[in-house]
């Protein structure tokens, strides 16, 4: 069974910052592009940033460009999202997925986690 599990989320003051981990098991996502997107309230599911397989193309939103890194464990096996100088308009659910040649859109990537919580406060 795939399984994609976000972890990290929480609640955090403008400015601040957190980090997120998405640890995938269940198969080998070699390969596989790793993405992170987020869901306001009301709003579509939209992109955050990607990773490939090999490290070599990273890609951010234009929102999030110079404030979010993403980046692999050594094994591959655990993607993360690090977030500084976080803004209240930053605040939704963010959700992990992995597919396979994945860009920036939702329908590229073929597995996804079930999301953790995101607010941050003015």
């Known amino acids: 069974q795939v399984q994609l599990v976000e972890s990290g989320g929480g609640l955090v003051q403008a400015g601040g910052s957190l980090r997120l981990s998405c640890a995938a098991s269940?198969?080998?996502?070699?390969?596989?592009?790793m993405g992170w997107f987020r869901q306001a309230p009301g709003k579509e599911r939209e992109f955050v940033a990607a990773?490939?397989?090999?490290?070599?193309?990273?890609y951010y939103a234009d929102s999030v460009k110079g404030r979010f890194t993403i980046s692999r464990d050594s094994a591959k096996t655990t993607v993360f999202l690090q977030m500084n100088s976080l803004k209240p308009e930053d605040t939704a659910i963010y959700y992990c997925?992995?597919?396979?040649?994945?860009?920036?859109?939702?329908?590229?990537?073929?597995?996804w986690g079930q999301g953790t919580q995101v607010t941050v406060s003015s």
């Open positions: 269940g198969r080998a996502f070699y390969g596989y592009t």
């Open positions: 990773r490939t397989w090999g490290g070599g193309t990273t």
């Open positions: 997925a992995a597919g396979l040649e994945a860009g920036l859109s939702t329908h590229e990537y073929a597995y």
